[in-house]
Nanobody
Framework: VQLQACGGGSVQAGGSLRLSCVAS???????MGWFRQAPGKEREFLGA????????DYEDSVRGRFTISRDNTKNAMYLQMNSLQPEDTAVYYC????????????????????WGRGTQVTVSS
């Protein structure tokens, strides 16, 4: 599975961005997730979605500001980010977990099998 993420950029605090991630192939039982990594910090889970049911999980720090959605017809996942703050500055990654059916969403980067290259998001104050 190859992933391509895009949509990053520079915005001022309070602004919005929408990231996109397109997968070369995805099966119904897979999960797709968004992560970010700021300089000097560990990769951080933001949220994930189950491809078949559309169930979602979010990290508390972004819940209510970030929204994950998907388009099954395009093998695409999106991350709508609102009310961005300087602390949201990071490289954002999409990932796919080749999970089995009924596997609960995991927040651990280590269980995701495929990763995109990342897209930079910079929020200025």
């Amino acid at each position: 599975v190859q992933l391509q993420a895009c949509g990053g950029g520079s915005v001022q605090a309070g602004g919005s961005l929408r990231l996109s991630c397109v997968a070369s192939a995805i099966f119904s039982q897979y999960h797709m997730g968004w992560f970010r990594q700021a300089p000097g910090k560990e990769r951080e889970f933001l949220g994930a979605i189950t491809w078949r049911e559309g169930n979602k999980d979010y990290e508390d720090s972004v819940r209510g500001r970030f929204t994950i959605s998907r388009d099954n017809t395009k093998n695409a996942m999106y991350l709508q980010m609102n009310s961005l703050q300087p602390e949201d500055t990071a490289v954002y990654y999409c990932a796919v977990r080749a999970s089995s059916r009924r596997t609960p969403i995991s927040r651990l980067p280590s269980v995701f099998d495929y990763w995109g290259r990342g897209t930079q998001v910079t929020v200025s104050s």
